[in-house]
């Protein structure tokens, strides 16, 4: 398998964990404090931000192609 097309597939994968951590992580806080939210929450909302950065250099490799 050449390693552009696993770097796509691995980024498409790690962009579509981001969103749905994101999403699990922001329905977390929606039930804590109205100001900090919960702690599982923001775990889940770091560990997608840090998840996308790998999501964009997938995408920034599929562009320089």
Avoid: C, K, R
């Avoid at 962009?15 to 977390?28: R, T, Y």
């Avoid at 806080?29 to 929450?41: A, F, H, K, P, R």
Wanted: net charge negative; hydrophobic share 55%; no cysteine.
């Amino acid at each position: 398998m050449p390693s552009s097309n696993l770097i796509w597939t691995w980024g498409g994968l790690a962009s579509a964990a981001a969103g749905l951590l994101l999403l699990l992580g922001h329905l977390l806080d929606l039930g804590g404090n109205s100001e900090y939210g919960t702690v599982l929450g923001g775990s889940l909302i770091l560990t997608a931000h840090v998840v996308l950065v790998f999501g964009l250099v997938a995408l920034y490799a599929a562009q320089v192609e």
